[in-house]
């Protein structure tokens, strides 16, 4: 097995067990015989554990290379994911979560600078195609969560089953990724009046959070239409069934368009391709909510889904640009999960006070925003700083070398 193949497996098992635990939270909250409120402990241990890990998890990339951090949160995963249905109470469960997130939020951060790094030898864009794998995984594992649950399966077995499936797969590809350590900085000086480095590509602090930005509107976004979309529908008059597919399409649309956004990419370039993609979805969705008829919600959400798909790999790469992608690509991970967790509650507190449509304008700005804010994925060429004038070289005087 090839590298590549390799990442795109553990991307695809990374959502695999996403959708596993998303299909049976409402089995887990049986179990506990808990309500609404409750439940909240849990799924706030699970999304603070993968905040706590991204940022420690970049560095120790950084550090270390991914491919043990891979290899340790594939591990983690498998021992973490049958635990909530295993520990009993409801702080035990919420301590499992934590676990589960912390997994979870290490593979994320480290199976992206992978996928640079795999990505950079193979010398294609592949990192779209990738996210696409971790979407059909996540259709994968709540296509499997929900049969489990319509066979009457307890949900110990069936996270136990898919652990065993994520560590019997995962560990294996763990093993076949590439060495992506940093290697060590150079010290020898250049020779004197040798050719000056090209300049290096890196994206500048103000990009850098610009960059962040736009991970935290798009996944503000999915977020909101994985929470509201049905709630959405069902408020303009569609049926219970009807209104599950808002989210459906979403979540195809996503994944279809993942597996084109490579080579949509080498064609339109970064920059275009994102600004039609976030302006499109938000031109969708604004109709949606003007018009108000289910039909024309659920086809915006298609078209938001596939406007939103290639964003968050557009937005890696192009964080990764520079030298050390590890602490770069935790940056916008972090701000960008932040966004799927914020996202829900605020359209929540507007919907309060407005309406659920009126509330989903918030995911229109988020999408305007990405739209405008593109030109952030082209980075610049960054030129290391010149010795001042007067200290023109010497015999003695040597010039330094661009930092590796």
Do not use: K
């Amino acid at each position: 097995m090839s590298p590549r193949a390799a990442i795109a497996t553990i991307f695809t098992l990374n959502g695999l067990a996403i959708g596993t635990w998303g299909a049976r939270v409402p089995a887990i909250q049986d179990r506990l015989d808990i309500g609404p409120g409750a439940l909240a402990l849990p799924l706030a241990g699970l999304s603070a554990g993968a905040i706590l890990a991204m940022p420690l998890a970049g560095r120790a990339t950084s550090r270390r290379g991914s491919r043990p951090l891979i290899l340790g949160a594939i591990a983690g995963l498998a021992v973490a994911l049958p635990l909530p249905a295993l520990v009993p109470g409801l702080a035990l469960v919420t301590g499992a979560t934590l676990l589960m997130g912390l997994a979870n939020g290490t593979l994320d951060v480290a199976m992206n600078t992978q996928g640079v790094a795999v990505e950079r030898r193979v010398r294609r864009r592949i990192l779209s195609s990738l996210h696409a794998g971790f979407s059909f995984g996540g259709l994968a594992g709540a296509g499997l969560g929900a049969l489990a649950a319509a066979a009457g399966i307890g949900v110990l077995p069936h996270f136990a089953a898919m652990a065993a499936v994520i560590l019997a797969a995962g560990v294996p590809c763990a093993l076949l990724l590439v060495d992506d350590r940093r290697p060590p900085a150079r010290t020898a000086p250049a020779p004197l009046g040798a050719p000056a480095p090209p300049p290096r590509l890196d994206p500048s602090p103000a990009s850098r959070w610009r960059l962040r930005g736009i991970a935290f509107c798009c996944l503000l976004a999915e977020g909101a239409v994985l929470d509201w979309s049905a709630v959405h529908l069902r408020s303009i008059g569609a049926t219970a069934a009807a209104a599950a597919f808002g989210y459906a399409g979403f979540s195809l649309a996503m994944a279809s368009g993942r597996l084109a956004g490579d080579r949509l990419s080498e064609r339109w370039g970064a920059v275009r391709l994102a600004r039609r993609g976030g302006l499109v979805g938000a031109a969708a969705l604004a109709a949606a909510i003007a018009a108000g008829v289910p039909a024309v919600a659920i086809a915006a959400y298609v078209v938001l889904g596939a406007g939103l798909s290639v964003l968050i790999p557009l937005v890696f790469r192009a964080a990764a640009t520079g030298a050390d992608a590890g602490p770069a690509l935790a940056g916008v991970t972090t701000a960008g999960y932040l966004g799927f967790v914020v996202g829900p509650p605020v359209i929540g507190l507007i919907a309060a006070a407005t309406s659920v449509p009126a509330a989903l304008l918030v995911v229109v700005a988020a999408a305007l925003l990405v739209g405008t804010g593109a030109g952030a994925l082209e980075p610049r060429p960054v030129q290391d700083a010149a010795p001042p004038a007067s200290a023109a070289p010497t015999a003695s005087t040597s010039v330094p070398p661009t930092a590796a």
